[in-house]
């Protein structure tokens, strides 16, 4: 019983990193259409952000949850306003500039914070349950992950704001002859992609050893989970995040670590195969 | 100007003597000492102590008046933890830069890399780490510890301070898999069981699911032989999930790049491991290395298991020129194959002529307050594993990695 319990637990904290990891390049590229390459580096440098914050005595939750997504946010905004916005509508264009950004933020982190590995402790002690001990930390990305859905879906579905966003990112034109602005409708909405981004690269900042280069670790679950997912974003992302998370697991626990990564990629194979839309082209349509 | 062959080849054959001529006078000047090491990327915790121990270990040479009365000069490449810069970089280092020596490599993979160049090259070559041991070429010599010198000390202290199951997470490549083996056959040995065993590749940094499945499993001890820094996040996680103090935890690496300083106390404390140095060490040589390190960096604090054994590693190599009286690889050789000893940091280190190992000491120790606190020392132990099946007296021109039979 309490094994179940724990393999549960790793299930859902498996399928809510996931969400966190993928949840900022949905919108990037499931809203905006920009392949965003970069998205790594984003998360690389959340990571990086909080850790300084830490250092300089910030409180790990203030750094983590409001400090790193302003940061990364506003750098986001930065390439936006000097990059992205020339590119907006040529998909192979964003690929080639974003690539070259993940190449020139790798290099900056290097730069500044050395090719070396650093790390904080995490800072929720481990229970017990039963004859099993679980990482604490594995709740607060659990819950944070839910929030954040529960805000992306409030925040799009019930406000003018998002509203406006979705409208802007369909018809831009249509958008524009309505008196909202799309250029900087796009521009909050990238600033939105790249502080989640931010987000999650803090959140998982005290599970890993952080290295210039760690973007690369989540760039292909991150592009796998929102394509998978297909069009409808927010349903997309918790049916593929599930999905993936939930086999990845599974595999992990039977076999290995390695053979879980493995199923992940294959069953992310199999099943753009049998549905190119991605999830959300089939079921569920029209959702969020 | 119109160029014919015959002027070209002239031309060329002239231009390129020109450009040989100062090499050559240069090389009578001083000695050359290749070092080629991961001094950035995800492996630097171990090769940047190595690398300033190898600097100091060469400023000491050369303040006592050098070699056969030359200077000795090191010539550096940072191998940025890739592997496919070593054969690179390896290759100028015999060919461009003509060294009389390379000392480095830090992984097994990149030993392998570079060991069958400098053979092909003739050019001697140090090893100066801990490894899996098995290597049999008597080009390469090599002064870190082995499985058998390491592990079955280990093992047996560990087993008899948690009990008789154990459970082995390691790294996923030669020294892991070769290790893993070792440690399995010392468990059985000393009448206990292996229950579980699983292998991570080196980038792999969430352990969350694999510390559930060591719980299953439910072992006294959880041995990790365990590889570079994305690897350190499980003994992070291991704490962080409050594992430390229902089952007990030894390590064949951490600690040789200094983890145990960038781990919390609480995070370290009571880990077990064997090396053949600690900081700790009260010992005349250690004192005196502390200092000179401190004087060279500041403080003695990035000194490590690996710094050391390749400090041992250059004071070998010159106390082999100094005994040979020559630079020339096989009168090096065979200088170092009469059994020459060192006293260095890490106590004595005697060259074995059978295996081109090293024999030293052993100390088991525990993690304290970020130390690495001695409990028993094993003196001078032979490298037995390798000496089971590489005999470079009988088989001078042996050439392979055993992988030893268990």
């Given at each position: ?5 724990v ?18 390049l949905?919108?990037v ?5 920009i ?83 650093t ?23 659990i ?58 690269g ?15 670790a ?71 | ?47 940047k ?7 100091l270990?060469v ?20 191998t ?9 970089y ?23 890399a ?7 090259n ?82 792999v ?60 106390a ?99 120790m ?14 001078q ?14 088989n ?11």
């Amino acid at each position: 019983m309490d094994l179940v319990f724990v393999i549960i637990v790793e299930m859902l904290y498996a399928v809510a990193s996931l969400v966190l990891i993928s949840a900022g390049l949905a919108i990037v590229f499931g809203m905006m259409k920009i392949i965003n390459l970069a998205h790594g580096e984003f998360m690389m440098m959340g990571g990086y952000a909080t850790i300084t914050a830490v250092k300089l005595g910030v409180n790990i939750f203030i750094a983590m949850l409001i400090i790193t997504p302003l940061v990364v946010g506003l750098i986001g905004l930065v390439v936006e306003r000097l990059v992205i916005r020339h590119l907006y509508g040529r998909l192979v264009a964003t690929m080639l500039a974003t690539w070259g950004l993940s190449l020139f933020f790798i290099g900056l982190a290097t730069m500044i914070f050395g090719n070396t590995t650093t790390g904080i402790s995490t800072p929720i002690s481990g229970f017990t349950v039963g004859n099993y001990q679980v990482n604490g930390y594995n709740f607060f990305i659990i819950l944070v992950a839910i929030l954040l859905l529960g805000l992306m879906y409030a925040v799009l579905k019930g406000t003018r704001l998002g509203l406006i966003a979705r409208g802007a990112m369909q018809r831009p034109d249509m958008a524009a002859a309505l008196g909202y602005s799309p250029e900087r409708i796009y521009m909050a909405t990238f600033f939105c992609g790249a502080a989640l981004s931010g987000l999650a690269g803090a959140i998982l900042a005290p599970l890993v050893g952080l290295v210039p280069t760690s973007g690369g670790a989540y760039i292909a679950k991150a592009f796998i989970t929102v394509i998978a997912g297909g069009p409808s974003l927010i349903t997309g992302l918790m049916v593929s995040s599930g999905l993936f998370g939930f086999i990845s697991q599974i595999f992990t626990f039977a076999v290995s670590p390695v053979i879980g990564e493995v199923a992940l990629l294959l069953a992310a194979v199999v099943l753009l195969r049998l549905l190119p839309q991605g999830v959300t082209g089939k079921f569920f349509r029209g959702r969020m | 100007m119109s160029i014919n062959r015959r002027h070209f080849l002239a031309t060329a054959a002239a231009a390129s003597g020109a450009l040989m001529l100062p090499r050559a006078v240069m090389a009578a000047d001083t000695i050359k000492l290749g070092s080629i090491l991961d001094v950035s990327g995800i492996f630097d915790a171990y090769g940047k102590s190595m690398d300033m121990a190898m600097r100091l270990a060469v400023d000491q040479i050369n303040a006592g008046g050098g070699l056969l009365g030359k200077q000795v000069e090191v010539v550096a490449y940072d191998t940025q933890s890739d592997m496919a810069l070593y054969s690179q970089y390896g290759q100028q280092l015999v060919r461009e830069d003509k060294v009389d020596v390379v000392h480095g490599g830090i992984l097994s993979a990149s030993r392998e890399a570079i060991r069958q160049i400098m053979h092909k090259n003739k050019t001697l070559y140090f090893y100066n780490v801990l490894y899996e041991g098995g290597v049999c070429d008597r080009n390469i010599f090599i002064n870190g510890v082995t499985p058998a010198q390491q592990a079955e000390a280990l093992v047996p202290y560990a087993m008899g301070k948690s009990g008789k199951k154990v459970y082995i997470v390691a790294a996923d490549y030669n020294y892991g898999q070769i290790t893993a083996r070792w440690l399995q056959k010392f468990v059985a040995d000393n009448g206990g069981e292996t229950v579980g065993v699983d292998f991570f590749p080196l980038d792999v940094s969430d352990f969350g699911s694999t510390i559930a499945k060591i719980q299953t499993a439910g072992p006294d001890l959880v041995i990790a032989p365990l590889v570079g820094g994305a690897h350190l996040s499980f003994f992070r996680q291991w704490a962080a999930a409050g594992m430390k103090d229902r089952i007990a935890l030894a390590s064949t690496t951490l600690g040789v790049g200094n983890e145990h300083k960038v781990l919390t106390a609480e995070e370290g404390n009571g880990i077990m491991v064997a090396y053949n140095y600690s900081q700790e060490l009260d010992t005349a040589e250690n004192t005196a290395f502390k200092a000179a390190w401190a004087a060279a960096y500041g403080d003695s604090n990035s000194i490590h298991e690996l710094a050391v054994s390749n400090y041992h590693g250059a004071l070998t190599w010159a106390e082999g020129v100094r005994l040979a009286g020559s630079l020339e690889r096989d009168a090096v050789v065979a200088a170092l194959e009469t059994g020459v000893s060192i006293t260095g940091p890490g106590g004595k280190v005697t060259v074995d002529p059978k295996t081109h190992h090293a024999v030293l000491d052993v100390h088991l120790m525990e993690f304290e307050n970020q130390g690495m606190r001695v409990v028993e020392t094993l003196p001078q132990r032979q490298p037995i594993d390798t000496q089971s099946v590489c005999d470079l007296g009988a088989n001078p021109g042996d050439n392979t990695q055993y992988e030893i039979q268990i």
